[in-house]
């Protein structure tokens, strides 16, 4: 399944958890996956885990009140917290030195199983990714996809679905900026009419030299012009920006 950023921009209007369930069981299916599980994250690099309390053992029905959205086996959410999985997780240990989403069979490919991965299995999930993603204000989230059997696919579909993944999670991340959970209010940014012209046109796909064409100036010009946007919208690259834009609905579909 391909997509693009307005694909999310339902998602993007949310105003209820009941809504961000329904995008991510909806979508987690079309990517071909039957469970997911999205978590803010909290504590630093190294020792990262879903909820500040650790030792609190949390029932599947009242995640959401963490922000946590998941359809995983109910039995799996409580072994996981009973057992400490999240001190020795090997995907948390690996999300914590990459932003790069990855698959579960690639932890794998060191020649030795691992417990948590192991249970996991016995309880359903048998292979899945991970995509984790970073706000611009230091709040960090996981999005995993998981499956009941093992990802046969080519790497360019790996590939493909892996940045699918990435975007849903960036979404996520927004609409719960949105819905003003536990993050920060966005400050809305005055941008001039020329950055969100540049911007809509990107976010349609395309490049600066496409843009400049279509815009009749140079591509310094709308490069000039996609930085000082992506510097007010507090965005790490162009893409965040677009992201952010649409959310803040400073430029429409």
Known sequence: MSADLYTFAALLDVCSHEEIFSFLA???????????????????QGAERFIKDEKQVVESAHLVRHNIFTNYPAAWVRRYQEAGHVAIDPLLQRIGTSNVPLYWSDLGRVGKTHIVMDEARQHGLADGLAAPVSGMDGSRALLCLATDVPVVASPAQRAATMGQALLTVLHVHEALQRLGENLAAPIMPQLTPREKECLLWAAQGKTSWEIARILALSERGITFHMVNATKKLNAANRRQAIVRAISLKLIEP
Do not use: E
């Not at 909806?26 to 630093?44: E, H, I, K």
């Open 26 to 44: 909806r979508y987690c299916d079309q990517l071909g996956f039957t469970s997911y599980f999205y978590a803010p994250l909290v504590g630093g």
